[in-house]
């Protein structure tokens, strides 16, 4: 009598493993690409770093001398490849700016955009999914075209202006927060990990773990505002998708409680589609923030490349923009392992 | 699982009919529209242990009907009237609270298509417990030994595997028995079926419909089968009601529906199920038109365009005068002026012998 069951899904117990290998070796061929492009980009810029080293006058003798220094007097296969020889040893050279090493500068800086992530994705997460919940269960009433409208607001609004806006209200006018920097620099805190936070809590300096999250406020907010925006509007459309499935129905036939029904069965498949969105746009916020960074000079990645760009910084250039290809890539494998966890239909056969 | 939700205090009689609907409406309101009435003075009784069936084409009714009943239309936008009672206890209009205690317990449905029906997240065996833990109050590991059990009962094998695996790892009809599993969970006193077979293989169909006669055999529960197939109501249903643009249109024990249908609409559902020992090349015998041509009951007969029996008399010039559904016989209600007839019956007031003589045999 019973018919004969389909034997799926007790597949290759390797099969993630092998699926995480495939997707790291996919980045060889990603950073090659990307590193031949960001190379001839770069040389392609006008001015190159000795000018802006040495200034507008600089003479030609200097020029040269600068140039020999630091190799760029070299064909430019050449030079590439002796930076491709010295990338795949993480050595990314000195920055002709501060004359530090890249991947000292890199570590300096990441942890600032790191925290700054976190905060944002918390504030936009936190507040985003209860909103497009609440705009969904409130469908057609002020709270929904509220949310509608501020999410189109939201994602329509420049950065820029949202952080200037922010910083001369908060900062400046009211004085409520700090405006610029991740610390303020009287308070003599210690670094371990340049998380300043993490470092303030680790070294039991609650004070200089406080100004750095205060600090994080007002950069946080702005850069959250993106994200919030799209995961209200994500969340209150799938939530809108699910509330009418047919499994619903089934479980509010099944007399469940109301509580039980949204918990089990609206928010969790709800949040799918929301999970990838919070992933790839941390990914993105991960990457630096160039335009909120500069206003707050908050010493992260995305000002670092800012500052990078304009002193024709070369080294500092490549060697940032490759670690966050990599980092992206990871953030994005990340997501795709994450989903296979939450949705059993997609784990990997 | 709250401690009213326990069996013994349903509150529910015994001495009533399980189900009695009186005279149901449900219509569709929606802003800038005009109200669309999708069931019209519907009404039907199901005892313990009976089976009856609701008959029809998509969009007729029945299925609004059944979720009027359950309680799980939307409470915006739709207007619903009459009388539902269950086990004597009116259900229109009682609380949320209300219904999700009888929902799951004392009436349970099982869905048309099994796969959207099922989460696709959750695992099967806590789709299965969940209703357990909700109506009986049993802890997780109590449930999930009776839900092995209840997966074993509806003839899933090797239920304890079964139990951790999720819908798209499932055949369709496991699924839709797993679905069924989950009704029966509490032993409701009535279940609803809509159209339980439609998106599974003919083989598979009937195990699914064995496994409901048998369900009803053993335990008592009142059976309501939703179905635009005459084969399901043949096998299993007691007592039949047609149902056309939202009302009743005839109403008749299983046998004398298929030996004499009455209403031309039966006849013609009647005639146009494939026969197999029809010559080959013969061509069907499709009702003419389709549901979207009904007229409002108002004018008179809904089904008169599409009708070859159909007189002058069916459309009433007079606005608000529908065809009734009167006494047809014992046992039977018709709602029809010009039915067809039989030879032996010795009023004959019209003539339709060559569609009777097609479907009635």
């Given at each position: ?49 000795a000018q802006a080293a040495l200034g507008e006058r600089a003479t030609p003798e200097a020029i040269a001398r600068y140039n020999e220094l630091f190799g760029l007097d070299q064909p430019i296969w050449v ?271 | ?273 494939p026969r197999l020992d029809a010559g080959r090349g013969v061509p069907l015998t499709p009702i003419r038109g389709s549901a979207r041509d009904a007229i409002p009951w108002a004018e008179g007969c809904a ?59």
């Amino acid at each position: 009598m019973p018919e004969p069951a389909p034997d799926r899904g007790k597949g290759d117990p390797h099969a993630v493993l092998r699926f995480i290998v495939r997707r790291l070796l996919q980045l060889v061929p990603i950073l090659l690409g990307l590193s031949v492009l960001l190379f001839a980009w770069l040389r392609a810029l006008p001015g190159g770093p000795a000018q802006a080293a040495l200034g507008e006058r600089a003479t030609p003798e200097a020029i040269a001398r600068y140039n020999e220094l630091f190799g760029l007097d070299q064909p430019i296969w050449v030079q590439y490849l002796r930076f491709l020889g010295r990338a795949v040893q993480l050595d990314f050279g000195t920055s002709s700016r501060t004359g530090r090493t890249v991947t000292t500068e890199f570590l300096e800086r990441m942890p600032g955009t790191v925290e700054l992530t976190l905060f944002a994705m918390v504030f936009a997460v936190g507040v985003g999914i209860p909103l497009g919940y609440l705009a969904a269960r409130k469908h057609g009433n002020w709270l929904d075209s509220t949310a509608v409208v501020g999410s189109l607001l939201g994602v329509a609004i420049p950065v820029f202006f949202l952080a200037y806006l922010l910083r001369l209200l908060f900062a400046v006018e009211l004085g409520w927060l700090p405006g610029s920097g991740r610390q303020e620099v009287r308070i003599d805190a210690t670094h371990i990990t340049n998380f300043y936070v993490l470092d303030g809590l680790l070294t039991r300096e609650w004070d200089a773990a406080w100004d750095a999250l205060l600090h994080l406020v007002l950069p946080g907010l702005a850069l959250g505002t993106i994200p919030l925006a799209i995961i209200v509007r994500i969340t209150r459309a799938s939530v809108l998708d699910v509330v009418n499935e047919d499994y619903v129905r089934t479980a509010n036939a099944k007399g469940l409680s109301a509580d039980t029904v949204r918990r089990r069965h609206v928010i969790r498949n709800a949040l799918l589609p929301v999970s990838t969105t919070i992933g790839l746009q941390t990914g993105l916020l991960l990457s630096g923030a160039v335009l909120t960074e500069s206003v707050f000079a908050f010493g992260g990645i995305g000002s670092a490349i800012y500052d990078a760009i304009f002193t024709r910084d070369f080294a500092v250039l490549q060697g940032f923009i490759l670690m966050l290809a990599v980092i992206y890539v990871l953030v994005n494998l990340l997501v795709d392992i994450s989903y296979g966890l939450l949705d059993p239909r997609v784990r990997v056969r | 699982m709250s401690i009213e939700a326990m069996p013994p205090e349903s509150g529910l009689r015994t001495d009533v009919p399980v189900l009695e609907v009186e005279d149901l409406s449900v219509t569709f309101v929606r802003r800038g529209e005009q109200p669309t009435r999708a069931v019209d003075e519907v009404s039907f009784s199901v005892a313990a242990g009976e089976t009856i069936g609701l008959v029809g084409e998509s969009g007729c009714g029945k299925s609004v009907t059944s979720l009027a009943v359950m309680g799980l239309l939307p409470r915006r936008g739709v207007q619903v009237g009459g009388s539902v009672r269950l086990g004597g206890t009116e259900l229109l209009g009682a609380s949320d609270r209300t219904l999700r205690r009888l929902r799951g317990s004392e009436m349970a449905m099982v869905f048309q298509d099994p796969l959207s029906s099922l989460n696709p997240t959750v695992p099967i065996g806590t789709q299965v417990t969940e209703v357990l833990a909700e109506h009986r109050g049993l802890g997780k590991k109590e449930a999930t030994a009776e839900a092995a059990e209840l997966l074993d009962r509806v003839g899933i094998p090797d239920p304890t595997r079964r139990l951790k695996e999720y819908p798209h790892q499932l055949s369709g009809g496991m699924r839709q028995r797993a679905l069924i599993a989950m009704a029966l969970a509490c032993s409701p006193r009535l279940l609803i079926a809509d159209e339980p077979t439609t998106a599974l293989d003919v083989t598979i169909q009937a195990q699914i419909l064995e496994l409901l006669r048998e369900l009803v055999v053993d335990t008592g529960t009142a059976l309501v089968m939703i179905t635009h197939d005459l084969g399901v109501v043949a096998g299993l249903c007691d007592r039949v009601h047609v149902m056309y643009a939202g009302k009743v249109i005839e109403t008749a024990d299983r046998h004398d529906l298929f030996a004499r249908p009455r209403q031309p609409y039966t006849g013609g559902l009647l005639a146009s199920v494939p026969r197999l020992d029809a010559g080959r090349g013969v061509p069907l015998t499709p009702i003419r038109g389709s549901a979207r041509d009904a007229i409002p009951w108002a004018e008179g007969c809904a089904f008169a365009p599409r009708c070859d029996n159909a007189q002058d008399d069916c459309l009433t010039e007079v606005a608000g005068s529908t065809v009734p559904l009167e006494y047809d016989g014992p046992g039977r209600e018709l709602r029809c002026r010009h039915p067809l007839t039989y030879p032996p019956s010795p009023t004959g007031a019209t003539s339709s012998g060559s569609t009777a003589s097609g479907a009635g045999r």
